[in-house]
């Protein structure tokens, strides 16, 4: 009997679910994914093998070459609590639209009687005021930086309690603290905000670095 031919035919893959995955994806990450605000100054701080990462609740002190400071915090609500705090000390009023802005925004570095025009002003003016900003005020005499820091751990501590964390949970959402300075920055500038945090009884806090290497390449 002769062979039967079966048909031949070239093979077919399906793409469409790839495709499907692909958007899901997509769609994933930009639900998910936060946009970084603009630093208003950037820094390049010196080299260390520390590995360790940033926490996600943080309140970070910048320090510029120049020895300017600037301050920011993470969480909305707990920056806006913040604001309501130092608004009511320094008898700085602002407007809701104003605290709702800065609730999203990142770090700054005007005094407070300068917030609202800062606030007011859009993205691009913003960086204009940023480049020549004078800093937050460390002065003995004039010591707003060191209201930002315990009015910002207070509304962190108010937060917490409304959310009822308790336990490892409350350790584990405490707000941290962290410095950044430029590896230029005169030491006298960072000494006096460390001064600043120790006046508070604040002793543990992070210094920021770049990442030169590993544990491996520490000295033995």
């Given amino acids: 009997m002769p062979k039967i031919k079966m048909p031949r035919s070239s093979p077919s893959l399906d793409m469409t679910p790839m495709v499907d995955l692909a958007f899901l994806l997509v769609t994933f990450f930009m639900l998910t994914s936060k946009f970084r605000a603009n630093e208003p100054v950037v820094v390049d701080p010196p080299s260390?093998?520390?590995?360790?990462?940033?926490?996600e609740n943080v309140?970070?002190?910048?320090?510029?070459?120049?020895?300017r400071v600037f301050f920011d915090l993470t969480g909305k609500d707990v920056r806006?609590?913040?604001?309501?705090?130092?608004?009511g000390k320094y008898k700085v009023n602002f407007t809701e639209q104003q605290y709702q802005r800065f609730s999203v925004m990142g770090t700054f570095g005007m005094p407070v009687a300068a917030l609202p025009n800062y606030i007011n002003a859009g993205e691009k003016e913003r960086m204009k005021m940023d480049a020549g900003a004078p800093g937050i005020p460390i002065d003995s005499a004039n010591n707003e930086l060191a209201d930002w820091i315990m009015q910002g751990y207070g509304a962190s501590e108010r937060d917490l309690s409304a959310?009822?964390?308790?336990?490892?949970?409350?350790?584990?959402?405490?707000?941290?603290?962290?410095?950044?300075?430029?590896g230029q920055t005169n030491y006298l500038k960072v000494r006096k905000v460390i001064d600043i945090f120790r006046e508070r009884e604040i002793f543990q806090f992070n210094l920021i670095?770049?990442?030169?290497?590993?544990p491996a390449d520490l000295p033995k």
Avoid: F, H, Q
Wanted: charged content about 30%; cysteine-free; hydrophobic content about 40%.
């Fill in 48 to 55: 260390s093998s520390s590995n360790i990462l940033l926490p």
């Fill in 59 to 67: 309140m970070l002190i910048t320090i510029d070459t120049a020895g």
């Fill in 80 to 87: 806006r609590k913040m604001l309501e705090a130092v608004s």
């Fill in 163 to 182: 959310k009822g964390l308790e336990g490892k949970a409350l350790k584990e959402r405490r707000i941290r603290y962290a410095i950044k300075a430029d």
């Fill in 209 to 214: 670095t770049n990442l030169k290497g590993g």
